[in-house]
């Protein structure tokens, strides 16, 4: 399913990042409990952070998304903040495109490092399409832009904290009828919770 | 068939919202001439009017007929060589009398100007409530009897209004109508997206999706009963598309079961989940043909955005579509001969109708953003969604071509149309 596709043949298929894995790392990283690697290595929190495949298993059989969160006042606080920092990261695809190219990959890498050196944090990639082209079809098109990119996490076995939804077109970020509103609203958008 | 006093099934949870503004585009020349006299009237006068001009509306929307009315009442003392002169080839007379309060008499006579005869008539008592219906399917009579084939007014619309509310808020609302837009219910209100409402072949539901819960679901809401919304059965994606079987027992839909976009049918009664495709790709908007033994569904496995059809009987599946890199959103015309569907045309994608056997594609639109096809159940217009200004509009197009009348709502958006099966 995951196509990486040389620089060359792709020119434009993935924008950057509207902001930065770096400007993320900012945020979150005083917080040391966050990216402390000695909290990291503690029994308790390991075992309710890092669930085994057996429990992804389970939790994608019954269809429940709810995750069990660190009672570590302090890395909820540091969840809390990043909801509210308000920096979006936004990968962006070619038309009826869901392929990612080498360099989407390498952003996508960074987000992997982010969240193993943030065991608490989960992500939830909303996929999204322009509206050309029809309403169910773009649906479906949202959540294949969704999967490749958490096809990429799941290389680093992030798989388990990756939630995918699709919003099709139904929720564009620029409610124009123009290439630069198309452009900017197929887009895989990445929201840590 | 019908029934001396019809009694209406009444709305639970709605309330009364604007009536979309219906704007009859074009009317053709050649229609057919058809005058449709003031009623004569003992008691309220003012229902003797409504019938007459709700059947000439009906009659003007079609496309197919040019109505008009008279200056006088015409009787059954017709000058048949003065409407001759007028080149009016039918005149639909009627009288009504009020018998008590609610209730009226009606007779209504059709009459063909130049073999002088009576095509239809009909006698019957009405309770006021009900005389738009029943002026609905008297136009549906007298359409049969002057066409040789069903009309749609008696026949139900569905579709999404979405009102800006500011600070990027918009409401989504699920209503239904008379097809001609009269009689509004809002069935559901809604902060997220509701997208694809199907009624099903009894009219007594409405299959649907919704976001409320943060993704795509399929629900089954019964706007006439004191029943609760059903939610259909969802994996760990999207479950969309739903899409009735044409016994009203199962519903086919998109499920991505493991991130896999199929189409499984789901049956309701014994909850049996069947998988109907098993392709890598996006397969999606599936639908039924009248018979039951087809589906015809949007697929990218050829790489391309492309129709397929789906024999149940066979396994067969056959793609349909080879005009153009994008064609969607399919649905059967009633007679099973035919698809409309959602066809890009360089950078625009309009509705296009599809002769299944010959393969020949015809472009029944000339807008930039059209979608949701969907057949008048008499298989004579197709309503779909374009934009107009910037505004989402319902139009609808005669399958012969012609424009015929355009729906759009003061408040915002309308979009997502679906039009029901005759009224049982």
């Not at chain 1, 080498?102 to 399409?129: C, V, W, Y």
């Not at chain 2, 017709?78 to 080149?87: E, L, N, P, T, V």
């Not at chain 2, 509004?184 to 976001?211: E, G, H, M």
Request: aromatic content about 10%; hydrophobic content about 35%.
């Amino acid at each position: 399913m995951l196509k990486i596709i040389p620089l060359a043949l792709s020119a434009i298929l993935l924008s950057s990042c509207s902001s930065t894995v770096e400007e993320l790392y900012q945020k979150v990283a005083p917080r040391p409990s966050v990216v402390n690697v000695e909290d990291r290595a503690s029994a308790t929190e390991e075992s309710i952070i890092a669930p085994d495949s057996s429990r992804f298993e389970s939790e994608e059989f019954t269809g429940s998304h709810e995750r069990t969160y660190s009672q570590n006042s302090a890395l909820k606080a540091a969840v809390g903040e990043l909801k509210n920092t308000g920096i979006k990261f936004v990968l962006n695809f070619s038309y009826d495109g869901s392929e990612i190219n080498e360099f989407a990959t390498q952003e996508i890498i960074k987000h992997a490092n982010f969240m193993r050196d943030n065991p608490s944090i989960n992500l939830r990639l909303e996929g999204h399409a322009d509206e050309r082209g029809t309403r169910e079809y773009n649906l479906a098109l949202g959540e294949n832009r969704a999967l490749a990119v958490k096809e990429v996490l799941g290389l680093y076995d992030l798989s388990s904290r990756v939630e995918v939804v699709s919003f099709g077109e139904e929720s564009p970020v620029i409610q124009l009828h123009d290439e630069n509103a198309w452009q900017q609203n197929r887009r895989v958008e990445f929201i840590y919770q | 068939m019908i029934k001396l006093v019809i009694v209406f099934l009444t709305l639970y949870a709605t309330a009364a919202v604007a009536v979309l503004e219906v704007t009859v585009l074009k009317k053709d020349e050649n229609a057919f001439p058809i005058v449709i006299s003031p009623f004569s009237v003992k008691g309220d006068a003012k229902q003797g009017e409504v019938i007459a001009h709700i059947m000439r509306d009906n009659f003007n929307r079609s496309g197919e007929f040019n109505a008009s009315s008279a200056d006088y009442i015409v009787t059954s003392q017709i000058d048949f060589g003065k409407w001759q002169a007028q080149k009016i080839e039918a005149v639909v007379i009627g009288k009504l009398e009020q018998v008590s309060e609610k209730v009226f008499n009606v007779e209504i006579e059709l009459l063909d100007i130049y073999s002088r005869k009576t095509l239809y008539a009909k006698k019957f008592a009405v309770h006021d409530s009900g005389i738009r219906r029943i002026t609905h399917y008297l136009s549906d009579q007298i359409y049969f009897a002057l066409l040789g084939e069903k009309g749609s007014f008696d026949t139900r619309l569905a579709y999404v209004t979405v009102v800006d509310k500011g600070k990027r808020k918009r409401e989504y609302r699920l209503e239904i109508s008379d097809s001609d837009a009269q009689n509004p219910q809002t069935i559901l209100r809604a902060a997220s997206p509701i997208l694809s409402p199907a009624w099903s072949p009894d009219q007594n539901k409405i299959a649907y999706v919704s976001f409320k819960n943060g993704r795509s679901e399929v629900f089954i809401q019964y706007p006439f009963m004191r029943r609760k919304t059903q939610k259909l059965p969802y994996f760990d994606g999207i479950a969309s598309a739903p899409a009735w079987h044409p016994s009203g027992e199962s519903i086919v839909l998109t499920l991505s079961k493991g991130g896999n976009k199929d189409i499984y049918s789901y049956h309701l009664k014994n909850d049996k989940l069947t998988r109907l495709t098993h392709d890598t790709g996006i397969d999606t908007e599936a639908s039924y043909s009248a018979d039951g033994e087809r589906i015809a569904f949007t697929s990218n496995r050829s790489g391309q955005v492309q129709v397929y059809i789906k024999h149940l009987k066979t396994g067969k599946i056959n793609r349909a579509t080879f005009n153009g890199s994008y064609n969607a959103k399919a649905v059967f015309s009633p007679d099973g001969k035919s698809l409309a569907l959602v066809h890009r045309v360089d950078r625009d994608y309009r509705i296009a109708l599809l002769d299944i056997e010959t393969k020949d594609l015809t472009i029944m639109t000339e807008n930039k953003l059209d979608e949701s096809p969907f057949f008048s159940p008499n298989g004579g217009m197709i309503i779909f969604a374009t934009n107009k200004g910037d505004s989402g509009v319902l139009s609808v197009v005669s399958i012969l071509g012609r424009e015929t009348f355009e729906l759009a709502s003061k408040s915002g958006e309308v979009r997502e149309p679906n039009w029901s099966h005759y009224s049982k």
